[in-house]
C-alpha cells in the first residue's frame, strides 16, 4: 500500500530536476558549517538545447548543514544569469516564442528555479531570464541575459 503512494511521488520530484543537462564549472563557500556541507554558490553551465552556440552561465545559492545534506533544505532564491555565444549560432528549427529551458529543484517539493528563453524576433536576440517559483508564493528576484543572434527567426504557430 505505501508504496503505492510513494512511486508516484518519487517520479514526480525526479521530473521537477534539470530538464537541460547543466555542468557544474565550479564553487565556493560562504558560511561554514559544523556538521553537513558547508553553504555555498555554485555555478553551473546550460548549453541551450534549440539554439546551438549559446551558453548560460548560472550562479546560485546551495544551502549547506544537516537539512543540506539529506537533500530537504530550501535554497535562497539569489542566482545570477550570464549567457553568451561560445560558437557559431545555428537554429535548426522554429522556435517557439518562450520556453523553460531548464527547470532546477531548490527544495524538496515546492519551489524550482527556472531557466526561461523568450525570442524577440524583431530584434533578432534570445533573451534569458532565471526566476524562482513556490507553490503558494514564488519571488519577484531575478536575473536577465540577451544574445543577439544575428539571423531571422522563425516562430513556431
Not at 500500500?1 to 521537477?16: E, G, H, K, N
Not at 555565444?85 to 524550482?112: E, M, V, Y
Not at 527556472?114 to 507553490?135: E, F, G, M, N, W
Amino acid at each position: 500500500m505505501i508504496r503505492r503512494l510513494v512511486a508516484p511521488f518519487i517520479l514526480l520530484c525526479s521530473t521537477l530536476s534539470h530538464s537541460a543537462h547543466a555542468d557544474r564549472i565550479g564553487a565556493v563557500d560562504t558560511s561554514w558549517k559544523f556538521l553537513g556541507p558547508d553553504n555555498k554558490i555554485i555555478v553551473e553551465s546550460f548549453d541551450d538545447p534549440d539554439i546551438h552556440g549559446i551558453t548560460c552561465y548560472l550562479s546560485r545559492a546551495k544551502t549547506g548543514g544537516l537539512s543540506g545534506a539529506v537533500g530537504v533544505a530550501e535554497d535562497k532564491t539569489e542566482a545570477s544569469l550570464a549567457c553568451l555565444a561560445t560558437g557559431h549560432i545555428s537554429i535548426a528549427s522554429p522556435l517557439p516564442h518562450q520556453q523553460d529551458i531548464a527547470k532546477i529543484k531548490t527544495s524538496l517539493l515546492f519551489k524550482t528555479l527556472h531557466l526561461v528563453r523568450i525570442i524577440d524576433p524583431a530584434r533578432q536576440t534570445a533573451v534569458y531570464l532565471t526566476y524562482s517559483d513556490k507553490v503558494i508564493d514564488g519571488s519577484p528576484k531575478n536575473s536577465l541575459s540577451v544574445v543577439p543572434l544575428g539571423t531571422p527567426v522563425t516562430l513556431r504557430p
